[in-house]
């Protein structure tokens, strides 16, 4: 594969994994109003993380999400959500380029990957997501370990920016217990992938 296909494919599939992530939180939050005892969150989970590069798995589901009962979720103010998620990954790159290590990929190979996302769009409303690419590449650079992969700004932008979203209620502490595990499992999966298709440029 050439180097060419290899950054727009990388950046393809962090795209993907983004808005896959996204509409997996959504449909937990869904089943949390709908059927909160009868659905097991799990095979959200399960669909989601077999294929994190298909956002429309989850209609395997056979869920269709009503938007009237999804609340804020299902506004568009809602939606920045996705671009700080497609952030949050990117900034990633230099570590993954790391675990790469057959790869040919150079750093500015990794930083072309940035600028295609980034046009895809990025949201990181007052630096809610504390980390940026340059840091995560000066750790690299450091010899440093990777932080762990945080969920902390989601909590943050619901209690800054969100409305009713914020109420503690049990939807609203569900989808926080179910953010605070998607969110890893997900970026272990796209690492995963990232790292077998860097390694054959």
């Given at each position: 594969?050439?180097?060419?296909?290899?950054?727009?494919?990388?950046?393809?599939?962090?795209?993907?994994?983004?808005?896959?992530?996204?509409?997996?939180?959504?449909?937990c939050?869904?089943?949390?109003?709908s059927?909160?005892?009868?659905?097991?969150?799990?095979?959200?989970?399960?669909?989601?993380?077999?294929?994190?590069?298909?956002p429309?798995?989850?209609?395997?589901?056979?869920?269709?999400?009503?938007?009237?009962?999804?609340?804020?979720?299902?506004t568009?103010?809602?939606?920045?959500?996705?671009?700080?998620?497609?952030?949050?990954?990117a900034?990633?790159?230099?570590?993954?380029?790391?675990?790469?290590?057959?790869?040919?990929?150079?750093?500015?190979?990794?930083?072309?990957?940035?600028?295609?996302?980034e046009?895809?769009?990025?949201?990181?409303?007052?630096?809610?997501?504390?980390?940026?690419?340059?840091?995560?590449?000066w750790?690299?650079?450091?010899k440093?370990?990777?932080?762990?992969?945080?969920?902390?700004?989601?909590?943050?932008?619901?209690?800054?920016?969100?409305?009713?979203?914020?109420?503690?209620?049990?939807?609203?502490?569900?989808?926080?217990?179910?953010?605070?595990?998607?969110?890893?499992?997900?970026?272990?999966?796209?690492?995963?992938i990232?790292?077998?298709?860097?390694?054959?440029?």
């Amino acid at each position: 594969m050439t180097t060419d296909e290899v950054i727009s494919k990388s950046a393809d599939i962090i795209d993907l994994a983004a808005e896959s992530l996204f509409n997996a939180v959504r449909y937990c939050y869904f089943v949390a109003d709908s059927d909160f005892y009868n659905i097991n969150v799990k095979d959200i989970f399960k669909i989601g993380l077999s294929n994190i590069v298909k956002p429309e798995c989850f209609e395997n589901l056979g869920i269709v999400i009503d938007e009237k009962k999804m609340g804020e979720m299902g506004t568009e103010h809602f939606r920045e959500i996705l671009g700080i998620i497609r952030y949050s990954f990117a900034i990633r790159l230099p570590f993954i380029k790391r675990y790469a290590e057959k790869t040919s990929l150079k750093d500015n190979h990794i930083k072309q990957i940035y600028d295609i996302l980034e046009g895809y769009g990025f949201l990181n409303p007052d630096g809610i997501v504390e980390e940026s690419f340059k840091s995560m590449a000066w750790l690299v650079k450091t010899k440093k370990n990777e932080p762990a992969f945080e969920t902390e700004w989601f909590r943050r932008w619901i209690y800054t920016y969100g409305h009713d979203l914020a109420a503690i209620n049990n939807r609203n502490m569900f989808i926080l217990g179910c953010v605070e595990a998607l969110f890893p499992l997900y970026y272990a999966s796209l690492q995963d992938i990232l790292v077998k298709l860097m390694n054959e440029a």
